[in-house]
T-cell receptor
């Protein structure tokens, strides 16, 4: 099976702009989770989508949002970008959501905000 | 409250010598625990998991970890380090929230350096 894919791999945006990142989970996986990884804060959970519904949410402002489509592909959107949003954004999929034990991670999208 | 602490931010070992990466957790309930590895510019790969079965867990690439409830530890070990083991390692605790969903908490990571 193909692994989790994320597009784009690298992105440079300017403060105030918005950005959309995409994640395609492993075939058959219904859950997609998003994480932000920064040197200062480490890995932080953003949200989880399962069967097109947001099931779990971390402590991020409303500028961060996401959605999941019927084919389980997911997008996350960040509006009004700030310098502190520069990070590696990781997507992880699992068969049945976080009740599954394993999460399979994609390679990430590295976002740089200037 | 749930938390996970990786006691060393950096560990250096010589190739062929044992590896020990330390992890302590705090959890109100019986946790599920994981170790993930991240190579540069790559996503995270699951090394092994503890889910309340055997306390000694074997993973991929010769790694293993032992769950010690009395010490609230889940240290990762490998008998003999290989150059390809150089990477960042994350200890993760999974817990069930009061609403019935699950959340993962990641440790801050341990960067393993393997010297030739």
């Amino acid at each position: 099976k193909a692994g989790v894919t994320q597009t784009p791999r690298y992105l440079i945006k300017t403060r105030g702009q918005q950005v959309t990142l995409s994640c395609s989970p492993i075939s058959g996986h219904r859950s997609v989770s998003w994480y932000q990884q920064t040197p200062g804060q480490g890995l932080q959970f953003l949200f989880e989508y399962f069967s097109e519904t947001q099931r779990n949410k971390g402590n991020f402002p409303g500028r961060f949002s996401g959605r999941q489509f019927s084919n389980s592909r997911s997008e996350m959107n960040v509006s009004t970008l700030e310098l502190g949003d520069s990070a590696l954004y990781l997507c992880a999929s699992s068969p049945m959501g976080q009740s599954s034990y394993e999460q399979y991670f994609g390679p990430g999208t590295r976002l740089t905000v200037t | 409250a749930q938390s996970v602490t990786q006691l060393d931010s950096h560990v250096s070992v010589s190739e062929g010598t044992p590896v020990l990466l330390r992890c302590n957790y705090s959890s109100s309930y019986s946790p599920s625990l994981f170790w993930y590895v991240q190579h540069p510019n790559k996503g995270l790969q699951l090394l092994l998991k503890y889910t309340s079965a055997a306390t000694l867990v074997k993973g991929i690439n010769g790694f293993e970890a032992e769950f010690k409830k009395s010490e609230t530890s889940f240290h990762l070990t490998k008998p003999s380090a290989h150059m390809s083991d150089a990477a960042e390692y994350f200890c993760v605790v999974r817990f069930r929230t009061t609403s019935g969903t699950y959340k993962y908490i990641f440790g801050t990571g341990t960067r393993l350096k393997v010297l030739a």
